[in-house]
T-cell receptor, first 112, second 114 residues
């Protein structure tokens, strides 16, 4: 499985933007980049995903490097509810049906 | 619309027993995946079902099994429970399971083996 590398932890202040980086240098052309987040004792929550172009939704933006070897999840204005573990995941095309390979993720702390 | 529903939410079993967990996917979703989450190993993929067929399987022993019904609902079973099976078991669903699909997770079933 293609691997992703994320910082173990990051901190932010409330109301400020947060940029969560992810490296995926072995990504292949058909791999989608997914971001999920997880609060304690809850299932992972979908945040955003993309293939080649930058993506925006009501939760966040995903900026994908031109060579696709890295991406950045952008939370435009962090709130205390955004404190969670954020996972950057590659889902491979082909026969990896329904399979997401989770790494350790980035623990995001948001200070009031 | 309703999300992924898992039952039971919490259960305690004794070593050697078996357990069955249930999952109802989002309406219209035909792919159901199962994951195990433990503090030591993190989130690990167990298996995926689509149209009642297992298409993908993780690296777990044969004690872990699953099935899917014609209405896309799924169950997973763990036989001969071991202490190390204590974990949060997560079910997830998507339209077809393809890599570009959004996968939605349930709240999970907390299993404690004593």
């Amino acid at each position: 499985d293609a691997k992703t590398t994320q910082p173990n932890s990051m901190e932010s202040n409330e109301e400020e933007p947060v940029h969560l980086p992810c490296n995926h240098s072995t990504i292949s052309g058909t791999d989608y980049i997914h971001w999920y987040r997880q609060l304690p004792s809850q299932g992972p929550e979908y945040v955003i995903h993309g293939l080649t172009s930058n993506v925006n939704n009501r939760m966040a933006s995903l900026a994908i490097a031109e060579d696709r070897k890295s991406s950045t999840l952008i939370l435009h204005r962090a709130t205390l509810r955004d404190a969670a573990v954020y996972y950057c995941i590659l889902s491979q095309g082909g026969t990896s049906y329904g399979k997401l390979t989770f790494g350790q993720g980035t623990i995001l702390t948001v200070h009031p | 619309k309703a999300g992924v529903t898992q039952t039971p939410r919490y259960l305690i079993k004794t070593r050697g027993q078996q357990v069955t967990l249930s999952c109802s996917p989002i309406s219209g979703h035909r792919s159901v995946s199962w994951y195990q989450q433990t503090p030591g190993q993190g989130l690990q993929f167990l298996f995926e079902y689509f149209s009642e067929t297992q298409r993908n399987k993780g690296n777990f022993p044969g004690r872990f099994s699953g099935r899917q019904f014609s209405n896309s609902r799924s169950e997973m079973n763990v036989s001969t429970l071991e202490l190390g099976d204590s974990a949060l078991y997560l079910c997830a669903s998507s339209l077809t399971g393809a890599s570009g699909n959004t996968i939605y997770f349930g709240e999970g079933s907390w299993l404690t083996v004593v």
